[in-house]
């Protein structure tokens, strides 16, 4: 068997140097690059076997350090190695073949790339003397992926194979992490060098910021103390950054109002007093609110994206100032112009950030301070996420919220696909720690649901892992259940169905005059019997008193796979909404408004 990651570490450091009786063992491309894996400490490959990645698979076959999970669709072996990525910090590894492996992987890709998600996509290619001459299964994949990923390598020459993986994993997991592709074309996986993994890295070109800069820095404490309606916006890049006791300290410490986006839900605790919802589009209406009358906006980690702030020229009608601290310069000014930039490690700079308010002979105005959480509180009073429950019908909005009540407190995941259920999963089930709420904000993805809950229980064995998900969404990935059903991975997925394409028919119905085109779904399987077909528990519920109970019993099932399939109100819509060319605060709040 090939060394753990310990040993080959272990091994790299006591062997001399230039010792011609320690000369460096002679490996093919693919044991290099399975020792390079173990050496990075990669646990878990998602991949599928194809002619060009052959050499590879045998490596991998005479190890047992790293688990290769053997999915269905080269699209879920990204997405669940993403979906590891999200909950855990560690860099995701997929693996696929040339051509067609390629190209189903790009979606994937794309969907990392996003979201700024470590991962690292090793890919067959032809052999080299192949290369550019239409060869079976080829592709050009460097080309493909280049405006998907953060970086990406075509490696012809197995002598620089450890390097680029070295390469590719340090700016995977640094700065702004992102997605880094390395393709190995066939010849240069079977070809011998003598193999050393570098212990460190350096790179001329590539040097991110980590630390803000200290004037910056001051100024942005200076704005922040003489606030008179300031708030406090995040994004992902505080999830990503680990910066979420930093945040919650900040928070703590000033009093002031704090709002998170889609992506950084579980940054500060959905129960905290001071925290006011998730904003934008679909965003709670005292957040949107507050985030357009504040006359000091501190954006951590966020990236005032289309969904967010709606349309731009609405934002700027109110001025204000605006600090934005971000590990990506490119990410600083790009959509609204700030008035105190500061590129830097968000853990880092919000550390220097408290140091300096604790330092600091000024402090908040506690009587501006009062009289903006009276308004605040105004706002919050109008309970916009209230809605009308039913004994009839079952509401999606009561079985996330009963969801939330029965797994509360536990060590529980949710992952979701793209639409109103991911909406209503964001609104009504409350998020109280970081890296919880796994989902495709950027990209927004169907089928990543399923995939991202099967990585996530690979790494979190012993946690409940639930994927909301609707009945469009989980047929884009829905062979993977055959995959949970190879690698037991037993998570839980509950379907809100609502035989709609359900956000495309609530925009139909607000824009497009009720044409209903083509987001009536009217052939859909069973998928109780689906379920059991791959060999798993199914479930089916029409009415809302069946809800809890068969959400106890999908919890009480810890070692199977359920689907439950929830047959849900088709008419009904996400509230409140900003319709496109809208400002955040032109929202409707419900049916009434329109």
Same mark, same amino acid.
């Given at each position: 068997m090939d060394m753990s990651a310990a040993e080959v570490k272990r091994a790299a450091s006591a062997q001399p140097q230039n010792s011609p009786s320690s000369s460096?063992?002679?490996?093919?491309?693919?044991?290099?690059?399975?020792?390079?894996?173990?050496?990075?400490?990669?646990?878990?490959?998602?991949?599928?076997?194809?002619?060009?990645?052959?050499?590879?698979?045998d490596a991998l076959y005479k190890?047992?350090?790293?688990?290769?999970?053997?999915?269905?669709?080269?699209?879920?072996?990204?997405?669940?190695?993403?979906?590891y990525a999200r909950a855990t910090g560690e860099v995701g590894v997929a693996l696929v073949t040339s051509g067609p492996g390629v190209t189903n992987a790009i979606t994937g890709i794309a969907t990392a790339y996003m979201d700024s998600i470590p991962m690292v996509i090793?890919?067959?290619?032809?052999?080299?003397?192949?290369?550019?001459?239409?060869?079976?299964?080829?592709?050009?994949?460097?080309?493909?992926?280049?405006?998907?990923?953060k970086h990406n390598f075509l490696v012809k020459d197995v002598r620089e194979l450890a390097l680029t993986l070295k390469k590719a994993f340090h700016i995977a997991r640094t700065g702004r992490p992102g997605p880094v592709v390395v393709d190995i074309p066939k010849d240069v996986s079977l070809k011998t060098t003598a193999f050393e993994y570098p212990q460190t890295i350096e790179m001329r070109s590539y040097n991110?910021?980590?630390?803000?800069?200290?004037?910056?820095?001051?100024?942005?404490?200076?704005?922040?103390?003489?606030?008179?309606?300031?708030?406090?916006?995040?994004g992902g890049g505080v999830i990503?950054?680990?910066?979420?006791?930093?945040?919650?300290?900040?928070?703590?410490?000033?009093?002031?109002p704090c709002t998170n986006t889609l992506m950084g839900l579980g940054a500060i605790p959905a129960g905290h007093p001071q925290f006011l919802g998730m904003l934008g589009m679909h965003g709670t209406y005292e957040a949107n609110m507050t985030m357009q009358n504040c006359d000091v906006l501190l954006a951590v980690g966020a990236r005032f994206d289309d969904r967010v702030i709606g349309n731009p020229k609405h934002f700027a009608q109110v001025e204000r100032k605006i600090i934005h601290i971000d590990i990506d310069p490119s990410s600083i000014s790009k959509r609204v112009k700030v008035d105190i930039p500061i590129v830097g490690d968000v853990k880092d700079v919000l550390q220097e950030l408290i140091t300096q308010i604790r330092e600091a002979q000024q402090k908040p105005d506690a009587a501006a301070l009062g009289t903006w959480w009276n308004q605040v509180n105004e706002w919050r009073a109008r309970q916009c996420l209230k809605y009308k429950?039913?004994?009839?019908?079952?509401?999606?909005?009561?079985?996330?919220?009963?969801?939330?009540?029965?797994?509360?407190?536990? +060590?529980?995941? /949710?992952?979701? #696909? =793209?639409?109103?259920?991911?909406?209503?999963?964001?609104?009504?089930?409350?998020?109280?720690?970081?890296?919880?709420?796994?989902?495709?904000?950027?990209l927004g993805t169907m089928g990543v649901g399923l995939p991202y809950a099967m990585g996530i229980k690979l790494a979190k064995p012993d946690a409940e892992v639930f994927c909301i998900t609707g009945e469009g969404s989980i047929q884009m990935c829905i062979q993977e259940l055959s995959t949970c059903k190879q690698y037991n991975t037993p998570v839980k997925v509950v379907s809100l169905n609502n035989r709609y394409l359900g956000m495309v028919r609530q925009w139909q119905q607000l824009d497009y005059g009720g044409r209903y085109s083509h987001s009536y779904m009217d052939a859909l399987p069973d998928f109780v019997k689906l379920a059991e077909a791959y060999g798993h528990v199914g479930i089916k519920i029409e009415r809302p008193s069946e809800v809890e109970p068969a959400l106890r019993e999908m919890?009480?099932?810890? +070692?199977?796979? /359920?689907?439950? #399939? =929830?047959?849900?109100?088709?008419?009904e819509n996400v509230w409140p909404m900003v319709q496109a060319g809208k400002g955040i605060s032109e929202m409707l709040l419900g049916s009434e408004d329109l």
């Open positions: 460096p063992p002679e490996l093919n491309g693919s044991e290099i690059l399975v020792r390079s894996l173990q050496a990075e400490g990669v646990k878990f490959l998602w991949g599928y076997p194809g002619g060009a990645v052959l050499y590879i698979y190890q047992d350090t790293i688990e290769h999970v053997l999915v269905r669709h080269e699209q879920a072996a990204v997405h669940a190695a993403d979906g090793i890919t067959g290619q032809v052999p080299t003397p192949a290369i550019g001459l239409d060869a079976f299964q080829e592709c050009d994949t460097v080309g493909i992926t280049r405006p998907i990923v991110p910021v980590r630390r803000g800069h200290a004037g910056q820095i001051r100024k942005a404490v200076q704005l922040l103390l003489s606030a008179k309606r300031p708030y406090i916006y995040t990503l950054g680990e910066a979420s006791a930093e945040l919650r300290q900040l928070v703590d410490m000033l009093g002031y429950g039913s004994d009839e019908v079952i509401k999606a909005q009561m079985v996330v919220e009963t969801l939330h009540r029965l797994t509360k407190g536990t +060590d529980c995941y /949710v992952t979701s #696909d =793209v639409g109103q259920h991911q909406m209503w999963a964001a609104q009504y089930y409350g998020f109280d720690e970081p890296r919880r709420w796994i989902n495709s904000g950027g919890i009480r099932l810890k +070692d199977r796979t /359920v689907f439950l #399939d =929830v047959r849900t109100d088709p008419t």
